[in-house]
Structures are given as C-alpha cells and as structure tokens.
C-alpha cells in the first residue's frame, strides 16, 4: 500500500466521489491549538483531529506524554471522524505529517488497510491551488471496527536492551538527543544505545518526503538494513510514528516504543545518556 498520497490525487479522488474521510491533524508541541487554525481554513471536507484527546490517554508518568488509548477508546473516535469500514482514510497537518503520521500508525496497527498521508501537507494544497474552506466539518457517525496489534511495538524493558541485538533510533532533535536542552521531559539525554535520527531529516525544504531511494540511503548511513531490527522512539510516540513512515516509504520495517523517552526519563531506575554518540 502506498503511504504518500499527493494533493492532485487527493483532489481526483474527492471529485470522483470515492469514498475518503479526511483527517486535519494540526498539532504542534509547544503550540497545540490547530483547531483554532482549521476553523479558520482546512481542506474541504475534512474532519479536525485533536491529537492530545482524540489520539492519546492523559498524560502517565509510567506511560509517558502521549500514552495510546485502548482500542475502544480509539474506536469510538474514529467512528465519530466519520470513518466507516472500507473506507479510504488521508490524513494530513501543516508540519510536514509529523503529527499526521500519529493517526496514520495508529489506524494501520487498528487494522485500517488504506491510510494514507498527504505529502506536504495543507502547503501543498495550497500551492496547488485547490480550495480550501472555513468552520466545522460535523460528519455522519461511521461504523468502523478496529483492532490491535497491526504494527509492533516494544515496551520500556524492549527498548531497553534493544541496541544489544539490534537498532534503536532517536527520532527527537539532535540538541535533545545530545542533551543539551529538555524543554518537555525531566532528564536530558537519550536512552544508551539509540543512534540520532532526527525526523526533520525525512523531509525536503517543502515538508514533503524525500524520495524512497533518499530515504534509504539516509537510514543505511544509520546502520538500517533490513536484517537488523530497528525500532524508534521520540518524545512521546509522535514523530517516531513518522520515522516508522519515513522507514516503510524506503523499504524498512520498524518498532515503535509508544511511551518513547517521557516515559523512559520519568523513571528514576532507567540510564540517560549525553552526548553525541550512542552511549552505553
């Protein structure tokens, strides 16, 4: 299945009738309010997404920032999105699908076959000159029924001796990486073993992906190649879910560490590393 979607693509598809829920995903950390910014313009048509309430539990020290909801929970969301089964899900956001890619992975592990990112973003609708309207999308209640266990996922004990037999990728910005700064969680490091991966790094100067053979050169220099298991995490579970996209668009499967690095700092037990290479 593909994961990009483009935006003339998108557009062929909602002129054509195909049936296509479309999901605004628009949050950023340290400046959560999308909703203010899809009321004012989103895609026609498309359905807000609030990450921290719709796509996460209350934030859990033994969780982290963003713990998933349980698969009932996340149901009755998507349900009230308007999602019903068989459909065609696009998901997209204004920060290069790093936070899209939280509902992209999402309904791929709930069993959703066809969910796709719109590369680019709402820059890209717009710079291909596609209308764009105002207000609250208020859809029929869908019907669809979701599961678990489509993607794997690690826990803290995995991610802990991950790096032993395999490959843990820091999805955070390298500063965060290094330690240098913390602005969010209440140590500075990464966790021993796991090599930067910045998810920035996935992108063009446009916010769109870059080209499948790009991608897997960048993740080959990282030590990805295909044999050994690979697994990401970020700060809370969010832009990791990017790199696992960034890593599926290059030919890679990879696990995802949910409560990623503000569940592991939060634990007074767990090592933190500093500095520039992975640690011990």
Not at 178 to 200: F, K, L, M, N, Q
Not at 214 to 242: N, Q, W
Request: hydrophobic residues 40%; contains cysteine.
């Amino acid at each position: 299945m593909n994961i990009l979607i483009d935006a003339a693509g998108l557009n062929a598809r909602m002129a054509s009738g195909q049936r296509t829920v479309v999901l605004d995903v628009r949050w950023k950390l340290g400046d959560p309010d999308g909703r203010s910014r899809y009321l004012e313009e989103h895609i026609p048509g498309a359905v807000y997404v609030d990450l921290p309430s719709e796509l996460a539990d209350p934030a859990d020290p033994g969780r982290g920032r963003h713990p998933l909801p349980s698969t009932a929970r996340f149901q009755e969301a998507a349900r009230s999105w308007g999602i019903s089964d068989g459909d065609t899900v696009v998901a997209y956001d204004d920060a290069g699908s790093t936070s899209a890619a939280r509902v992209w992975w999402m309904l791929r592990n709930a069993g959703v076959r066809t969910v796709h990112l719109l590369d680019g973003g709402l820059a890209a609708w717009r710079a291909a000159r596609l209308p764009v309207e105002g207000g609250a999308v208020e859809p029929e209640a869908g019907n669809v029924t979701l599961t678990d266990g489509g993607m794997p996922v690690t826990d803290a004990d995995g991610a802990a001796g991950w790096a032993a037999g395999g490959l843990l990728l820091d999805a955070r910005a390298a500063e965060r990486y290094r330690g240098d700064v913390e602005p969010v969680d209440p140590r500075a490091g990464h966790i021993p073993g796991a090599v930067s991966a910045p998810t920035t790094g996935n992108l063009d100067d446009d916010g769109r992906f870059l080209p499948a053979e790009e991608l897997r050169k960048r993740f080959a220099g990282l030590g990805v190649d295909g044999a050994t298991p690979t697994a990401v995490y970020c700060g809370s579970g969010v832009t990791a879910s990017h790199e696992i996209a960034a890593l599926e668009i290059a030919g890679f499967a990879a696990t995802l560490f949910p409560g990623s690095f503000s569940e592991w700092s939060n634990d007074a037990s767990r090592p933190v590393a500093t500095g520039d290479r992975p640690g011990e």
